[in-house]
């Protein structure tokens, strides 16, 4: 029975990845609220200059659902297996999007991971952020500050990109960070998991609740990094998903 049940977590957790003796070579990339997938652009650069063929998603942010299905029409084109990533907001999509039977892999980037029953906003009351800048428009979406966006939400990127960012950001429906979860994909697929230690939006200590709950494969803390790691450690980043599809 032992035996068996060995047999059994090899094969969810270690030949999805291999089944062909070779690394995934597809890879999504998935952003998060309140920017759009422009910002994945020097993590894609050192993918590709790899040999990964990198897609990115730019789901509209207007509903959680509809990002989901979004993420999902991006997964069915790719053309074989994929390591399935995602930055923050786009976490709890990847959480759904990532049951789809091409999806072999689960790499969060300073991201939720919510389990079934559970909101990414709840969450976040129990492990509390640092910023208090979020607005909450009468439309029922939600923005950054534009003057504290720099500072809370990409905190080590250039100055001058920060600044673009505030004020080309996409407002957010506020319904999506309350979505409840349900089958969430990191209980089936292997996880791997970035922990921004400077993260003003995400309590560092709820990406490591997240990262040790879903039994990440392989943990990085990058140490300084705020929000927006995945731009300002982008070979970082780079390296935490290759070894997500390398199975390592």
Same mark, same amino acid.
């Given at each position: 029975m032992k035996i068996f049940q060995w047999l059994l977590i090899i094969s969810v957790f270690v030949l999805p990845v291999h089944s062909d003796g070779q690394a995934v070579k597809n890879v999504v990339l998935v952003h998060g609220a309140f920017v759009d997938?422009?910002?994945?652009?020097? #993590?894609?650069?050192?993918?590709?200059?790899?040999?990964?063929?990198?897609?990115v998603t730019q789901h509209t942010l207007l509903s959680f659902n509809g990002d989901v299905a979004a993420v999902t029409r991006i997964i069915d084109q790719q053309?074989?297996?994929?390591?399935? #990533?995602?930055h923050s907001y786009g976490g709890?999509?990847?959480?759904v999007a990532g049951n789809n039977p091409k999806v072999v892999g689960l790499?969060?980037?300073?991201?939720?991971?919510?389990?079934?029953?559970?909101?990414e906003a709840d969450n976040g009351k129990i492990y509390p952020p640092v910023y208090k800048s979020l607005i909450k428009g009468k439309d029922g979406f939600d923005y950054i500050d534009p003057e504290k966006f720099p500072a809370d939400f990409a905190g080590g990127v250039p100055k001058g990109k920060a600044r673009f960012m505030a004020v080309s950001q996409t407002p957010t429906a506020d319904s999506a960070f309350h979505a409840i979860i349900q089958e969430p994909a990191w209980?089936?697929?292997p996880v791997w998991y970035m922990v921004a230690k400077a993260d003003k939006i995400i309590n560092?200590?709820?990406e490591r609740m997240y990262a040790k709950r879903a039994k990440s494969i392989k943990t990085v803390e990058v140490e300084g990094a705020s929000h927006c790691v995945f731009m300002s450690?982008?070979?970082?980043?780079?390296?935490?998903i290759v070894l997500g599809a390398k199975g390592k």
């Open positions: 997938g422009s910002g994945w652009e020097g #993590v894609y650069n050192i993918l590709t200059k790899q040999g990964y063929k990198v897609s053309d074989g297996p994929c390591i399935l #990533v995602a709890a999509v990847i959480t790499v969060y980037i300073a991201a939720h991971a919510p389990d079934a029953g559970e909101s209980k089936t697929k560092p200590d709820l450690h982008p070979r970082e980043t780079a390296e935490l």
